[in-house]
């Protein structure tokens, strides 16, 4: 989706100008259930890169939710892999261990092996900020 696009490459480079292009692909998704969450994925990193956590979290919680109930566990895992690093960014170190933990089960059962090392990254990031230096070593 275009739209996913551009909310992406505008978190990177502008995130401020990501917000209105991220609501866009949330209403342009309204009528396409298919597409909402992936829609509520861009909007869930616009708002995290944009410090509005909560926002972010719902929207990912939501996002990972759908695809699950379409059958899409990878893609729900994706989201739960973005969730780790909100939890972790407002210190909320056990719901982002848990999230991790079932994001890791997807991936590793679908022989994702790149998104599992991007997982274990945020994860290592969570042990980090916690100053449990030896167990982020072991995701690193």
């Known amino acids: 989706?275009?739209?996913?696009?551009?909310?992406?490459?505008?978190c990177r480079n502008a995130p401020p100008e990501a917000?209105?292009?991220?609501?866009?692909?949330?209403r342009a998704a309204?009528?396409?259930?298919?597409?909402?969450?992936?829609?509520?994925r861009g909007r869930a990193?616009?708002?995290h890169f944009n410090g509005q956590e909560d926002t972010a979290r719902r929207d990912f919680e939501r996002s990972s939710q759908l695809y699950e109930e379409q059958g899409q566990p990878v893609e729900s895992a994706k989201a739960l892999r973005s969730l780790v690093d909100v939890h972790q960014m407002v210190g909320r170190t056990t719901e982002a261990l848990d999230c991790?933990?079932?994001a890791?089960?997807?991936?590793?059962?679908?022989?994702?092996d790149r998104l599992l090392a991007q997982l274990h990254l945020n994860v290592g990031n969570?042990?980090?900020?916690?100053?449990?230096?030896?167990?982020?070593?072991?995701?690193?």
């Open 19 to 26: 917000l209105p292009v991220a609501e866009a692909l949330v």
């Open 126 to 140: 969570v042990y980090t900020r916690i100053d449990d230096y030896t167990s982020a070593d072991r995701f690193y």
């Open 100 to 102: 991790a933990e079932r």
């Open 30 to 40: 309204d009528e396409l259930p298919e597409l909402l969450p992936l829609a509520l």
């Open 104 to 112: 890791e089960k997807i991936f590793a059962a679908h022989d994702e």
């Open 45 to 47: 990193a616009a708002a």
């Open 1 to 10: 989706m275009l739209l996913k696009s551009k909310v992406d490459g505008l």
